[in-house]
């Protein structure tokens, strides 16, 4: 395909690297705000006796509450696909692929992944859930496909 073309589209055009930093920057701030407010829940729950203290010395015995369940579980989301995203923004930036299409898929990836999160934390629609994780799972499919094939055009 013929280069001013692509520049066209905003496909090769190099912009600020803030702007692939930023969104990857706010999710990992997000993840933390989830680790604080998931620790403040487990002290509270240990606190008012819903769940034994020693529970977590091994992570054994008496469980967790339902919501303390659901927020471990969702801090842990938020370091699994994550960490791939993480990269790529690191991989985009060595690449020199910093450019608006790899931007704008960064900025849908953490919209995605905020979107999931709240319908996680707030009713947990498993359908609606999945449909949103779904498309954040492709959409990180098509960052790595953007760079890989970047990297060798």
Known sequence: ????????????????????????ALLAVYTLLILFLMAMKRKRA??????????FRLYQ???????LQLWNRHFNNLLETPILFYFATIVAVLTHQVTTLIVTICWVYFATRMLHSWIHLNGNRVMNRFLVFGF???????????LIVGMFI
């Open 61 to 67: 015995g008496d469980g967790l509450t339902d919501e």
């Open 1 to 24: 395909m013929d280069l001013k073309i692509l520049e066209s589209m905003g496909i090769t055009n190099q912009i600020d690297i803030k702007w692939i930093v930023l969104p990857a």
């Open 136 to 146: 954040s799972a492709f959409t990180l499919i098509g960052l790595w496909i953007t």
């Open 46 to 55: 240990a606190q008012d006796g819903s769940v034994d203290p020693k529970y």
